[in-house]
């Protein structure tokens, strides 16, 4: 008995080494793909908005109501036409007062120039006198002048692109009541990493996407690159030409995709298939690791310089646990 179990314990562990070595033989299992002769494009992402070459906001720099407003948005207006009105009502009774010391002071100089003439009134005192008018007439002047800022009016002959706040409301310091502007030609202009500003350069094509034209091919051209950065945010602000016929629409947003250079009939692979700059070809019933040397990259191709060709099989996606030289199955070719 104590043979006979022994013999079954001998077989059962020979079973499970050849059924070990048997799985172990087994080859892994691999898609491969054929690179593919295409464009390559290095692209820079950007994101920006829609704005006019020419505008201007128009914002109070008193914080007031408004009386008066124009009925405008959407219509042409010249240089200095009124846009709105402000109440000026407290400004205005302190410029009376004003006037009435001024009016006040004029006499006072007047009745001591007769009596210097005189000789009835001391020089101190007549200076004294026109000192005191001198200083209420910079005071009238500069309340007119405050008078007038509460007169809205249009910066620069244009479109009222977009009129806010209603009669009656207290208009905010630095709220923008109207954006006066020319409604052509149009820029997008956007934010670029410092890191990718060295590669933009002015005359360079865009290619857009905006949600409301999804179905539209959009172009741009980089048209200014701001000489200084914001350190804050760590971007270069860049403004690209808009097309005359362009349908994007002042304010909207758009991603931007600056062109850096084109790679014509590159030998294109999927990224997918790549861990940095290593893949996997098969050879025979084996993959073999490969280093190789790459161009551009992109989200739909890799640009290949050297280290396969266009018949090699490139197993995708990289296998990460598969050993250099180990025996492999394919189970489907890839069309890229």
Known sequence: MRRIRWTVGIGLVAAAAAFGAWYLW???KVSV????????????????????????????VVRERIVQQCNCEGSRVAQGDVLAKLDDSEARAVLGELEARQA???????RLT?????RAASQQAFDRAQSELGQIEALVAGQKARLDTYVLRAPSAGVVLRQDGEVGEVAELGTVLFWVG???????????????IPRVEVGQRALLKSDAFL???????????????????????????LPDDTPLRIGMSTDVNIVIRVAKNALLIPPAAMDANKLFVV?????RRREIRTGIRGTNGVEVLSGVDEKARVISPYP?????????????????
Do not use: C, M
Not at 182 to 196: F, I, Q, T
Not at 320 to 336: N, W
């Open 114 to 118: 007769v009596l210097a003439e005189r």
């Open 215 to 241: 179905s539209q091919n959009l172009e741009a051209v980089v048209d200014s690159i701001t000489p200084k950065g914001d350190p804050v945010t760590k971007t270069y602000r860049v403004r690209f030409r």
């Open 26 to 28: 087994q080859p892994a």
């Open 320 to 336: 990460a646990d598969l050993a250099d030289g180990g025996r492999v199955g394919i189970t489907a070719a890839q069309e890229r």
């Open 283 to 287: 050879e025979g019933d084996n993959a």
């Open 33 to 60: 793909v054929t690179p593919q002769r295409g464009d390559a494009a290095e692209i820079v992402y950007a994101s920006g908005s829609v704005e006019p070459r020419t505008w201007a906001k128009v914002t109070p």
């Open 104 to 110: 006040l002071a004029q006499e006072e100089l007047r």
């Open 182 to 196: 020319e409604p052509k030609p149009l820029l997008v202009v956007a934010e670029v990493n410092e890191e990718d």
